[in-house]
């Protein structure tokens, strides 16, 4: 335990130390914790040793990456994205992997040979993602697309798995097959361990459409956040069991649990219970990764790793500048498209790993290869800094354009709460053509209102992993529509101290909490009882027989007179005296306002249409 507890600590202090470094230096966060695994590796500082069984650990870092893109696969962003995917994204794979299968055939059979065709025409959705997140390039053209590439890849990293463990019944290793620590069903006939696993993974699907939304709900009601989280646990870690029960990959279960909760309302919830994990996960995967790097097989065949890993680089950086050409992305776009997607990626530890257990390629195959992905890799973030500082003239025009072709139409606004006033808020929006991101903490009332067709999402507004799942970094504008003070206080401090460039709406329920988040810097507050109150007044008053054109304008001349005095009387809430006579006077002057009824007044109450008349 203390052992353990050691290295977890240089981990995390290794991560803390280097990642701020390279982020400083523009390397990004990826670059920085391979540096830091380099550094403390056996080749380094020699604080870790056991480079391989930290990597089994961590790679579980990438089984939940799997998850979360899983949840990103809603069939509407699958549509929209359909011809990138498909065109960008197939093209890519099935031309680099009939490339590189073609040339190792040179030097190996074709079962090995193919292996290794399809492992390396993968890149590192962790370090593209990250990097161009941080760079402000997602919304780009070349950002749209390698987003398609890395999803198409994602996706194929599914058959892979079945595919490779395949390949060994064919090649002449004759490795042992995978052994599940709980149930061997290599001991059954082949036509047993098809059905057994098909019935696995359907038995993924089913459950978890049919019932994980009923058990979320039940542990949604309890308020306890900490078993909200222990399930999502389980729901990762149990799939990715009973996919290892079968012989299959556990990262395939992971994205298929994900898949079939895509649409739930509790994707969002999800996503920011499992992000920390998979980012403190994925981080020390990388470390291991820099730490991993055999420097003495490196230095004793210099040649052949760094010449495997050119080439990988040449090739694929070949084959994607073709498929920008033939599928017409912007000269501008074209070298930041192939250069993004030039490397090894992360799932080919995972899946030379399994080429390993399963006995299709032998080690001394596998440790050049697997070194000359993590030298590609560790360069990618060095080719990216390189591409910014020579098109820096260029990336400055991209980002000036940025602004005016993002596509904000679903991240607009937020709406946190879909309580009474909310649902009403919520059904304006949608009726003007703005869809917003709904947050609601009440399991019951998320379940009602989707079944009346609203896109609710069940999830705690006042989290900071929730906000960015939600898409705080781009929205424009939070309404916040639930009524306990203390948590939209909290909700508003978070708000300002993260995304200050939120524009913030809210509800109060009298002057005294009006103040307390005009203290706070937030000027667009409203009563949520006001606008009834008016209402009210004016039906009333159209009962007694006032023409109802002048029962309206009385209406905005009130309304827009209480919102002018309402700044004065906040400078003298401290004062009861000062407060309790400008209340007074207000009062007096708005009585002798409603009753002019000159011409002069006719004015005045036109004026009264205008929101922002200073006059009044």
């Given at each position: 335990?203390e052992?353990?507890?050691?290295?977890?600590?240089?981990?995390?202090?290794?991560?803390?130390?280097?990642?701020?470094?390279?982020?400083?230096?523009?390397?990004?966060?990826?670059?920085?914790?391979?540096?830091?695994?380099?550094?403390?590796?056996?080749?380094?500082?020699?604080?870790?040793?056991?480079?391989?069984?930290?990597?089994?650990?961590?790679?579980?870092?990438?089984?939940?990456?799997?998850?979360?893109?899983?949840?990103?696969?809603?069939?509407?962003?699958?549509?929209?994205?359909?011809?990138?995917?498909?065109?960008?994204?197939?093209?890519?794979?099935i031309?680099?992997?009939?490339i590189?299968?073609?040339?190792?055939?040179l030097f190996?059979?074709?079962?090995?040979?193919?292996?290794?065709?399809?492992?390396?025409?993968?890149?590192?959705?962790?370090i593209v993602?990250?990097t161009?997140?941080?760079?402000?390039?997602?919304?780009?053209?070349?950002?749209?697309?390698?987003?398609?590439v890395?999803?198409?890849?994602?996706?194929?990293?599914?058959?892979?798995?079945?595919?490779?463990?395949?390949?060994?019944?064919?090649?002449v290793?004759?490795?042992?097959?995978?052994?599940?620590?709980?149930?061997?069903?290599?001991?059954?006939?082949n036509?047993?361990?098809?059905?057994?696993?098909?019935?696995?993974?359907?038995?993924?699907?089913?459950?978890?459409?049919?019932?994980?939304r009923?058990?979320?709900?039940?542990?949604a009601?309890?308020?306890?956040?900490e078993?909200?989280?222990?399930v999502?646990?389980?729901?990762?870690?149990?799939?990715?069991?009973?996919?290892?029960t079968?012989?299959?990959?556990?990262?395939?279960?992971?994205f298929?649990?994900?898949?079939?909760?895509?649409?739930?309302?509790?994707?969002?919830?999800?996503?920011?219970?499992?992000?920390?994990?998979?980012?403190?996960?994925?981080?020390?995967?990388?470390?291991?990764?820099?730490?991993?790097?055999n420097?003495t097989?490196?230095?004793?065949?210099?040649?052949?790793?760094?010449?495997?890993?050119?080439?990988?680089?040449?090739?694929?950086?070949?084959?994607l500048?073709?498929?920008?050409?033939?599928?017409?992305?912007?000269?501008k776009e074209?070298?930041?498209?192939?250069?993004?997607?030039?490397?090894?990626?992360?799932?080919?530890?995972?899946l030379f790993?399994?080429?390993?257990?399963?006995?299709?390629?032998?080690?001394?195959?596998?440790e050049?290869?697997?070194?000359a992905?993590?030298?590609?890799?560790?360069?990618?973030?060095?080719?990216?800094?390189l591409?910014?500082?020579?098109?820096?003239?260029?990336?400055?025009?991209?980002?000036?354009?940025e602004?005016?072709?993002?596509?904000?139409?679903?991240?607009?606004?937020?709406?946190?709460?879909?309580?009474?006033?909310?649902?009403?808020?919520?059904?304006?929006?949608?009726?003007?053509?703005?869809?917003?991101?709904?947050?609601d903490?009440?399991?019951?009332?998320?379940?009602?209102?989707?079944?009346?067709?609203?896109?609710?999402?069940?999830?705690?507004?006042?989290?900071?992993?929730?906000?960015?799942?939600?898409?705080?970094?781009?929205?424009e504008?939070?309404?916040?529509?639930?009524?306990?003070i203390?948590?939209?206080?909290?909700?508003?401090?978070?708000?300002?101290?993260?995304?200050?460039?939120?524009?913030?709406?809210?509800?109060?329920?009298d002057?005294?909490?009006?103040?307390e988040?005009?203290?706070?810097g937030?000027?667009?507050?409203?009563?949520?009882?006001?606008g009834?109150?008016?209402?009210?007044?004016?039906?009333?008053?159209?009962?007694l027989?006032?023409?109802?054109?002048?029962?309206?304008?009385?209406?905005?001349?009130?309304?827009?007179?209480?919102?002018?005095?309402?700044?004065?009387?906040?400078?003298k809430?401290?004062?009861?005296?000062?407060?309790?006579?400008?209340?007074?006077?207000?009062?007096?002057?708005?009585?002798?306002?409603?009753k002019?009824?000159?011409?002069?007044?006719?004015?005045?109450?036109?004026?009264a249409?205008?929101?922002?008349?200073?006059?009044?």
């Open positions: 335990m052992a353990f507890l050691l290295q977890f600590f240089i981990f995390l202090t290794a991560a803390a130390i280097s990642v701020p470094i390279a982020k400083k230096l523009g390397l990004g966060s990826v670059l920085g914790y391979l540096i830091a695994g380099i550094i403390i590796g056996p080749f380094g500082a020699s604080l870790i040793h056991d480079i391989e069984e930290i990597m089994h650990f961590t790679e579980f870092g990438v089984v939940m990456m799997l998850f979360l893109v899983g949840l990103e696969l809603k069939p509407s962003l699958l549509w929209q994205l359909k011809t990138p995917i498909l065109g960008f994204g197939g093209t890519q794979v031309v680099t992997s009939a590189i299968t073609v040339v190792s055939l190996l059979p074709w079962q090995q040979a193919l292996a290794v065709g399809l492992i390396l025409s993968l890149s590192s959705t962790a993602l990250q161009l997140q941080e760079k402000g390039k997602m919304k780009t053209e070349a950002g749209q697309s390698v987003f398609a890395l999803l198409f890849q994602d996706l194929a990293v599914i058959p892979m798995l079945a595919i490779i463990p395949l390949l060994a019944t064919l090649t290793l004759g490795g042992d097959h995978h052994s599940s620590v709980l149930v061997d069903i290599s001991i059954l006939p036509y047993m361990q098809i059905i057994v696993t098909l019935a696995a993974i359907m038995l993924v699907l089913v459950l978890g459409k049919y019932a994980c009923p058990v979320f709900r039940a542990i009601k309890t308020g306890v956040r078993i909200f989280v222990a999502a646990l389980s729901l990762v870690i149990g799939t990715s069991l009973l996919m290892m079968v012989g299959l990959s556990p990262a395939l279960g992971a298929l649990a994900g898949v079939v909760l895509a649409d739930s309302e509790f994707r969002h919830e999800l996503e920011s219970d499992i992000e920390p994990f998979k980012g403190l996960l994925l981080g020390i995967f990388f470390i291991s990764i820099g730490a991993s790097l420097f097989l490196i230095s004793n065949n210099i040649a052949l790793i760094l010449g495997l890993t050119l080439a990988l680089i040449t090739i694929k950086w070949l084959v500048i073709t498929i920008g050409l033939v599928f017409r992305i912007s000269p074209r070298p930041l498209f192939a250069i993004a997607l030039a490397q090894g990626g992360e799932f080919a530890f995972v790993q399994l080429t390993k257990s399963s006995g299709v390629l032998p080690i001394d195959i596998i050049p290869l697997i070194s992905v993590a030298i590609s890799m560790f360069l990618a973030p060095i080719l990216f800094v591409h910014d500082k020579m098109n820096k003239d260029d990336l400055d025009t991209q980002n000036d354009i602004e005016d072709v993002i596509d904000k139409s679903d991240h607009k606004v937020i709406l946190a709460g879909f309580g009474r006033l909310g649902t009403d808020i919520g059904r304006f929006l949608l009726s003007a053509g703005i869809k917003p991101t709904i947050l903490y009440d399991a019951n009332n998320v379940e009602v209102l989707r079944k009346l067709g609203f896109e609710v999402y069940y999830g705690d507004a006042t989290r900071l992993d929730l906000l960015e799942s939600a898409g705080a970094a781009n929205a504008i939070l309404i916040i529509s639930f009524s306990d203390v948590l939209v206080k909290h909700l508003v401090e978070l708000t300002k101290k993260h995304y200050p460039h939120l524009k913030i709406v809210l509800n109060a329920k002057r005294e909490s009006t103040f988040f005009m203290d706070l937030v000027t667009d507050i409203y009563s949520a009882t006001f009834t109150a008016l209402n009210m007044g004016e039906s009333a008053i159209k009962q027989g006032m023409d109802p054109y002048e029962v309206h304008r009385l209406k905005q001349i009130f309304r827009k007179k209480d919102a002018e005095i309402l700044p004065e009387l906040y400078k809430r401290c004062e009861e005296d000062s407060y309790i006579s400008l209340y007074k006077k207000h009062h007096a002057q708005l009585e002798e306002v409603m002019l009824d000159n011409n002069e007044n006719l004015a005045a109450l036109d004026k249409w205008t929101a922002k008349n200073p006059e009044l």
